[in-house]
């Protein structure tokens, strides 16, 4: 089913006066209107279900007022009634219980295949994401998504093109450009110097962007410069909307360099609280819980 998850703004393009679908479609909306208040006295069942889905449609269809969010599946679950009535009646209207029910057993054959098809796309991530895209090309959380899915994996190369495909769409988008930026870095760590452009259009844009701050970290810790490293992933960590697990190991691991052994565990606690499954964060926090404490100094 050509059915993506999410239709942000640029997925759906804006339709022009020349646009004959955009029309044809204005047109059907404005006839099925038209007939609903001509048969009202006549059908008024049939009339009542057609205003009704357009009525019940109309507060979430930005007509009104702007919602920010175009198509959801969500906005039809009251609109729906009005084609249930509609089916309804259809149903009521054929000419024998046998053609009745062989087309009730149709339809509902059918919509369960259609079901499991749309299931299919949720199945995990990977699907998810592939999905949005081949629906919505020019969808950005799509092509974030399933790039940042496309690099865990380890298929740096794809991940970047997806990447790529975003900023030819929003070009000054900071998660794009910051993603962009830390899929080089990762393909091939002596390329710092190469995705700093990448990172001050992001910060142009969203001067505490938080992946941004990451990326800008992770180049500093491979350059040998911990303590720009341990800033750089301090601002991540503060402006990051939600605590990222990833994050806050690298930082760990930072921290560890520098010799703050402590901080270092409660971050890796940190991290194996988010994520139990996390083997390496548990390594760490048996191998620096099993090292001396570190001694201090006496005072004077």
Known sequence: ??????????????????????????????ACIVAAIALAK?????????????????????????????????????????????????????????????TGA????????????????????????????????DNLSARLGYGLILQNNGLGDMAKEQFEAGLRVEPNSPSLL?????????????????????????????????????????????KGEPEKADASYRQAVEHAPVSDANLLFSWAGTLERLGRQDEAVDLYRRVAALNPDDLQARQKLATLSAQPAQPTSPAH
């Open 1 to 30: 089913m050509d059915v993506a998850a999410s239709y942000e703004f640029n997925a759906i393009h804006v339709a022009h006066l020349r646009d004959l679908d955009a029309w044809a479609g204005l047109l059907a909306v404005l």
């Open 42 to 102: 006549k059908r008024p069942a049939l009339s009542f279900a057609i205003l009704f889905f357009y009525v019940a449609l109309l507060p979430v269809s930005n007509w009104i007022t702007p919602i920010s969010v175009l198509v959801a599946e969500r906005f039809l679950y009251t609109p729906v009634f009005g084609v249930a009535l509609l089916a309804g009646i259809a149903w009521a209207a054929l000419p024998t219980r046998r053609v009745q029910y062989l």
């Open 106 to 137: 149709g339809v509902l054959a059918a919509a369960i295949m259609l079901c499991i098809s749309h299931n299919w796309t949720w199945q995990d991530d990977t699907t998810w994401f592939r999905n949005m895209v081949r629906v919505t090309p």
């Open 178 to 222: 910051s993603a962009l930026a830390g899929v080089v870095v990762q393909t091939d760590s002596g390329h710092c110097e190469r995705v700093q452009p990448l990172l001050d259009r992001a910060f142009k844009s969203e001067p505490n962007h938080w992946q941004a701050f990451w990326v800008r970290a992770n180049c500093y810790a491979l």
